[in-house]
């Protein structure tokens, strides 16, 4: 009978088939090289390598959601700037959105460039105890298109991992693309390694959104990687002249939180449609900072706080 290696696609013909590595469904799997070649019981070279990197980051948080325009980088932005509000912890931001990297952008670092240094790369510090990586900081131009298939996306996931010089991190904030597909494997895989790691799932309340969340959902309940909790992202808007509240996204099959209730997860947060948030994201300023009293921020705050509540719940944690 043939084994299934760790984090495998759904259809993994399995290490001991001829078709190891080589099916429709090996494209993109970080396990593809290692199990065409033969020898797929061996580990990958670069995992007690990964190890040692990672071993001085403390908590590993994915922000996840299978639909694009839910806003993930936004909140993964938000959460990681929530979070070095306390100047006691170290924060770090990865960008593994590898064709559409926006963070530079939204810290307002588009023009930093890495350094290299014997440590390896060097994140770019936007505040004292923040630090990001992204590809946006590799590209010669922000117009420059990364059109790569997925085995060397893979590999730059690993690079960032693997050769980044990260320090002693409280909280490693990753922030995906769409989808439940080669990024995903290979952060999960990686990261697995090194735990704790786990997941904050974002939706907004629409059910187009809601059929893709599902997936994400039992993706995460596939690879064994925990979910703190879903975040519903554009709830409503409220107009900042008259006050009225209109639901932008209808929750015509129950929203965030019934999705929360079905799949036994706590329901984080709900935030509103604030088109200041966009326009800090825009600037590359710091909108917990700049606006204290939105209310907004205080939901920010409070899906944080959760968030430093479940890691320090965990017997690992320190």
């Avoid at 993109?28 to 580990?43: F, L, T």
């Avoid at 946006?136 to 990364?146: C, K, P, T, Y």
């Avoid at 994400?216 to 107009?239: D, L, R």
Wanted: proline fraction near 7%; aromatic fraction near 6%; charged fraction near 20%.
């Amino acid at each position: 009978m043939s084994s299934v290696p760790q984090d495998a696609p759904e259809h993994c013909p399995g290490t001991n088939s001829q078709d190891a590595g080589k099916a429709d469904a090996c494209a993109g799997c970080p396990n593809q090289q290692v199990c065409a070649s033969g020898d797929a019981a061996a580990p990958d070279p670069d995992l007690e390598v990964l190890k040692e990197r990672l071993a001085s980051v403390k908590n590993k948080v994915l922000v996840l959601s299978g639909k694009g325009g839910v806003g993930k980088s936004t909140v993964s932005n938000m959460l990681s700037r929530a979070l070095a509000m306390d100047s006691t912890k170290e924060v770090g931001l990865l960008d593994i959105d590898i064709c559409g990297p926006s963070q530079p952008r939204m810290f307002g670092a588009a023009e930093e460039k890495v350094h290299s240094s014997g440590a390896g790369w060097s994140p770019v510090y936007v505040s004292d105890n923040l630090a990001v990586m992204s590809i946006g900081f590799l590209l010669n131009s922000a117009d420059d298109a990364v059109i790569w298939r997925g085995p060397k996306k893979n590999g730059m996931i690993k690079q960032f991992l693997r050769d980044v010089d990260w320090g002693s991190l409280d909280y490693l904030v990753v922030d995906t693309p769409p989808g439940t597909s080669d990024e995903h494997l290979s952060i999960v895989q990686y990261l697995s390694a090194t735990p704790p790691v786990a997941a904050v799932v974002v939706t907004t309340p629409q059910e187009v959104a809601l059929l893709d969340v599902r997936k994400e959902i039992t993706f995460c309940q596939k690879v064994n990687i925990p979910i703190i909790g879903v975040v519903e992202n554009m709830t409503s808007f409220v107009c900042p002249k008259c006050k009225t509240k209109s639901d932008i996204f209808p929750a015509t099959t129950g929203g965030g939180s019934l999705l929360a209730k079905d799949a036994g997860l706590p329901l984080l947060g709900q935030l509103s449609l604030d088109p200041r948030v966009a326009q800090a994201c825009d600037q590359g300023t710091n909108f917990l900072v700049e606006e204290p009293d939105a209310a907004i921020t205080q939901s920010y705050k409070d899906i944080t706080q959760k968030i430093v509540q479940y890691y320090g719940q965990l017997p690992e944690a320190t």
